[in-house]
């Protein structure tokens, strides 16, 4: 029998976050391990009339195909998710964790293929220009063991972020959104971060539980060629199964000309030289779900928190485009709060968040930690 929060996270999905309707073609990307979220999905997608569609694509065998893979197979693999990918509305993306790091060990070679030749077109040139579509994290007890909590607390925990009030929060953003619409420069200043680059001439975009779940950010791209100084990331980041630590970015002109890494330098080495546009950003963002607090190294809660900024190197969003077309879409979140060392977010010579808090009078109400709970 499936838990009554699950029925409750699916209708979000499909009625708020999608709002499907009647002769859609839904796909439902995910793994075995989320079978009773899956056909309670595939029930409510045929009661509002439209088509159910199902791949499940388990994470130990996509790890086989990615080491045992060429170009060739990669490019088979791409004309076969083409396939129905070309012919459906809705893309759902559901994620879970039974291993986090199943993917570390992939040699990079292999890896810079399957990115190229599979990853980049489906994800970048498919799913996120050509379709509505969200990425949803699934609850597990390997996930909890990952956010180091005991099961009950990793539950509560979960649906607390899933369950934010996302029509409230959505309006708590708009000024945030006019601010960034009408910018032209940010700075970002810490400790150790030292940071600028231009934003006018883009807009920006308010998620509100409608690209994932959990949610809760707006994000723009800042001008291409613009960013200048550098960044110390003062939280793990977690990518292509490795986990990276006080990631150091230089940035001249728009690109990164060095960088260092506590740890897995060389794979970083490897993610950022195997394409261009990987050295660039594609998008800066402002974290504001008030029931995230503390990162745990999944950047589907992570990137969320409230009192966080995070920038993605790579590819820049459809609805904010820079033009950068990479390989990679890679969101680092650094922490603003006073326990992180603090630090303060300027447009246009105007203090818009300092150690984590918003400052304008029109953006103080995103400061508050609980909005009304109600489960969707």
């Not at 996120?128 to 990793?154: E, N």
């Not at 600028?196 to 409608?210: A, Q, T, V, Y």
Request: aromatic share 10%.
């Amino acid at each position: 029998m499936i838990d009554p929060r699950l029925e409750k996270m699916a209708h979000t999905i499909i009625e708020h976050s999608l709002k499907i309707q009647p002769g859609e073609r839904v796909l439902i990307d995910s793994t075995k391990n989320c079978s009773e979220m899956i056909k309670y999905m595939v029930r409510l997608i045929a009661s509002k009339g439209a088509i159910p569609l199902v791949s499940l694509k388990e994470t130990d065998i996509k790890r086989e195909l990615i080491i045992n893979g060429s170009k060739e197979q990669f490019e088979l693999m791409k004309i076969q998710d083409e396939a129905i990918l070309n012919n459906v509305d809705v893309y759902i993306n559901m994620m879970d964790s039974d291993n986090c790091y199943d993917m570390s060990d992939i040699p990079d070679e292999k890896r810079s293929l399957y990115q190229k030749y599979y990853f980049k077109p489906i994800n970048f040139e498919i799913i996120v220009p050509k379709l509505r579509w969200i990425t949803v994290d699934y609850p597990s007890v390997s996930s909890a063991q990952q956010f180091g909590m005991s099961t009950d607390a990793y539950e509560k925990y979960f649906f607390d972020a899933m369950t934010v009030d996302y029509k409230d929060l959505y309006k708590k953003m708009i000024p945030l959104k006019d601010i960034l619409d009408k910018g032209e420069h940010v700075e970002i200043k810490s400790p150790k971060i030292n940071l600028s680059f231009d934003i006018d001439g883009l807009n920006s975009n308010i998620c509100s539980g409608e690209i994932n779940l959990p949610d809760g950010e707006v994000f723009i791209a800042p001008t291409l060629y613009s960013a200048n100084g550098e960044i110390v990331f003062n939280t793990p980041t977690r990518y292509q199964g490795s986990s990276f630590e006080s990631i150091k970015l230089i940035f001249k002109n728009g690109k990164i000309i060095d960088y260092n890494s506590k740890t897995n330098l060389e794979k970083l080495k490897n993610i950022l030289e195997s394409d261009d546009g990987n050295k660039y950003i594609g998008e800066f963002a402002f974290g504001t779900n008030p029931n995230i607090d503390i990162p745990r190294s999944n950047i589907l809660f992570d990137e969320k928190i409230l009192g966080s900024f995070h920038i993605a190197l790579g590819n820049s969003h459809s609805l904010s485009d820079n033009g950068n077309k990479a390989s990679i879409h890679w969101d680092m979140v650094n922490m603003l709060t006073k326990e992180y060392g603090g630090g303060r977010i300027i447009i246009d010579d105007k203090i818009i968040q300092e150690d984590g808090m918003f400052i304008p009078e029109e953006l103080k109400p995103l400061n508050e930690k609980v909005l009304s709970k109600k489960y969707f």
